[in-house]
């Protein structure tokens, strides 16, 4: 895990790099599917530092799930961008967290009713700052393109229910570009996270779970995850998840973190990684109380 801990403080990511960071937090190797447990034991002990994933972009920079936002992230050093994605009603793959576009565009509706002209047609920054004024809601290869130039990875959470044939419709995009190597995708839904694996069986897979079950590391395998992503009020709950999970070969990841006490918690948990609206601040916090990691 040395080398995971180098990748932060931090010159910028070669290619190289991240492919091996991404290898070393999910077990990975070039070639093998992402069928659960690769067994290396735990991923990190308590007390070193998680991978820092920018929530959407860096929001405390920029409007969140924009190119912008993502572009902040990468200059900020974040070790991955999480990203939303979601389905216009034409079927193509968008940026966009909510289920409506009301809260972070100037148009309302429901994204799975609007067409991508409809959706690209919107303002998604001015309700930030006058600054951002006319940023796109992006197209999902237009996050891909951030990845191309960064060789950052990312974490991709798939919102709603997404079936086999429509992940797939996604997936020739990651491949084109390369960048399947640094995609980690997500879903609080079992069904998505089911067609991921039938879908597109060579990228790793998150399931988030608000509450974590009584067994975790069952469900994990059930759904052939190499992780679960969960609240800091699960692990409260349930405190040995995260060393039954390392056991099994198995990541914990925490959603969203944002000040010091949680990160703190966080740390102490044992956590691989932390999703925080502050990536920045996140990782100025970590070079000061774990400084040489």
Do not use: C
């Not at 393109?145 to 950052?152: C, F, G, I, P, Q």
């Not at 990312?154 to 996604?170: F, N, Y």
């Not at 102490?268 to 996140?282: E, F, N, Q, R």
């Amino acid at each position: 895990m040395a080398d995971l801990r180098a990748h932060r403080h931090r010159l910028p990511a070669t290619a190289a790099a991240v492919t091996t960071a991404v290898a070393l937090v999910f077990s990975l190797l070039p070639g093998m599917t992402a069928h659960a447990t690769g067994v290396i034991g735990p991923l990190r002990a308590p007390g070193e530092p998680a991978f820092i994933a920018a929530h959407r972009g860096d929001r405390a920079s920029a409007p969140e799930n924009t190119v912008a936002a993502f572009e902040a992230a990468v200059s900020g050093g974040s070790d991955f961008l999480e990203a939303d994605v979601r389905r216009t009603a034409d079927g193509r793959a968008v940026v966009i967290h909510d289920a409506t576009v009301d809260r972070t565009t100037n148009g309302s509706g429901a994204v799975a009713a609007l067409t991508l002209d409809e959706i690209r047609s919107l303002d998604a920054g001015s309700w930030y700052a006058p600054g951002f004024a006319g940023e796109p809601v992006p197209l999902f290869e237009e996050f891909l393109d951030v990845l191309v130039v960064a060789d950052v990875p990312a974490l991709v959470e798939l919102k709603g229910e997404w079936s086999a044939d429509e992940v797939a419709s996604i997936m020739d995009g990651i491949y084109f570009r390369g960048v399947q190597n640094l995609i980690v995708f997500a879903s609080f839904s079992p069904r998505t996270v089911t067609a991921l694996r039938d879908a597109a069986p060579t990228i790793p897979r998150v399931l988030i779970r608000r509450v974590l079950p009584l067994d975790p590391v069952r469900v994990a395998k059930r759904y052939d995850a190499v992780a679960l992503m969960t609240r800091a009020s699960a692990l409260q709950k349930s405190p040995d998840a995260v060393a039954r999970m390392h056991d099994a070969g198995l990541g914990v990841l925490l959603y969203t973190l944002n000040s010091e006490q949680r990160w703190g918690e966080a740390l102490a948990y044992g956590v691989d990684g932390i999703v925080t609206d502050k990536p920045s601040a996140l990782d100025a916090w970590i070079a000061q109380t774990a400084p040489g990691t």
